[in-house]
């Protein structure tokens, strides 16, 4: 499986590598759902969370939800790859820090429909199984999840409900949504490389990692 294009890892790719018809979406809806105050929705914040964190009786676990409205042209497309990216830039210090453990982030579908200004703890919609998952994270960056065969579904048809990211680990990982005001290459994001044949859909080829590596090192120059 093609890995991670994060911004730090791949700082020499060349611009040029990225493809024409390579879809950047910047907007959706999203919010963090919060286990100690079970009935608040965070719709509004510009905070997203994901951890497992117990501090004596009290738990403190986050859940993020996003979610992006695919293109019209993309329908009936083949999908060769398509990435999450969130940016891990803060931890939370209001939650007592977190654990200084690596931490991990788990990727998996949303299962039901959901509004970001109504969803909470108590209310959150169920999710599919991991679809991935980013292990040992120590450092603030660039984080993407490999969604690949979850957006071809909503190509074909499927509910898009959107992509729930969580962490088993106490790594208290903070992420600007899209109400952060902040450099826009700092929020949530889906990245799509449709296939340039739309009726085959072969496995991701050097060249496509490539766009995908200069895509992510094209975000991080525009935080410089």
């Known amino acids: 499986m093609m890995r991670r294009w994060i911004a730090a890892c791949l700082a020499l790719a060349p611009a040029s590598a990225l493809g024409a018809d390579a879809i950047l979406l910047e907007d959706g809806q999203d919010t963090a759902v919060y286990r100690f105050l079970p009935n608040l929705a965070r719709g509004d914040y510009a905070t997203l969370y994901a951890f497992t964190l117990a501090d004596g009786a009290q738990t403190h676990d986050f859940r993020t939800f996003v979610r992006f409205e695919l293109p019209a042209e993309l329908a009936g497309a083949c999908v060769e790859q398509a990435e999450v990216l969130v940016y891990y830039g803060f931890d939370a210090s209001g939650f007592g820090s977190g654990e200084n453990v690596p931490g991990t982030l788990q990727c998996a579908p949303v299962l039901a429909a959901w509004n970001e200004a109504t969803a909470t703890w108590n209310t959150q919609p169920p999710i599919g199984a991991v679809q991935d998952s980013i292990a040992g994270i120590d450092s603030f960056q660039y984080l993407g999840c490999d969604v690949t065969s979850l957006v071809q579904a909503w190509v074909d048809g499927a ?18 949504s899209f109400e952060a005001q902040v450099d826009p290459a700092l929020r949530p994001a889906l990245v ?21 590596g200069a895509l992510g090192w094209l975000r991080s120059r525009r935080l410089r």
């Open 192 to 212: 799509i490389m449709p296939a340039d044949d739309p009726l085959a859909c072969p496995e991701p080829a050097a060249g496509v990692a490539a766009a995908f």
């Open 159 to 176: 509910p898009n409900h959107g992509v729930a990211l969580s962490s088993p680990t106490g790594r208290a990982m903070g992420f600007y």
